[in-house]
């Protein structure tokens, strides 16, 4: 019935193999190429240091030897979860300042393992403290400003103040000069109407 070309059929499925297959050695070539150049980009973020302090009080046992050592502070390990919460949240508005797209940051429970219902306000906390240590940062930078601004305007209101002296001199001069003037005036006489009509 059907009499089928198998050596006509050949070469379209040649043709779509070798196709195929140069558009999948393309793909792996493309994607390899970009996995080494995205590990070779910098990282970030450099080493956070605030979590490793946090996570070796945590962690901190007492050595085999002397087993009566003092036990880490509750007071130490909620001040040090506290500065990993400001340096996460220093973190998180880098990252939405350079990404708008970027979800929150997500309690594991370390801070109400610490203290109960402390996780709600952790991160409010942290965020008050980073709020106002940039405040701090930026009042410091004002204040390094504020004797070169002084000093600015100082000399600026002393040529100011020089500069009214000079005007005050000068239209003191000319007042002067102005009231000798009509102190040598000379008065004329008009004649009067009555002497007009006599002529």
Known sequence: ??????????????????????????????????????????????PNLQRNVYLSLLHMDP??????????PDSVLKAALLRRAVEDIDRLIQIKSAKQACSSLLLRGSANALAPNWG???????????ANTRLRASLGEIEAQKAA???????????IQSEFMKELDESEKSSTRDGASEDDAVLVDTPSKGKKGKK
Do not use: C
């Open 120 to 130: 709600p306000t952790i991160f409010q906390s942290a965020h008050e403290i980073a």
């Open 149 to 159: 601004e002084k000093a600015w305007w100082e000399k600026r209101r002393g040529q």
């Open 63 to 72: 050595e085999d030897g002397n087993q009566k050592s003092p036990r880490v």
């Open 1 to 46: 019935m059907f009499d089928i070309d198998w050596v006509g059929l050949a070469l379209p499925f040649a043709y779509l193999m070798v196709l195929g297959g140069a558009l999948m050695t393309f793909s792996t070539i493309y994607r390899k190429r970009k996995a080494a150049e995205s590990a070779n980009l910098a990282p970030w973020f450099g």
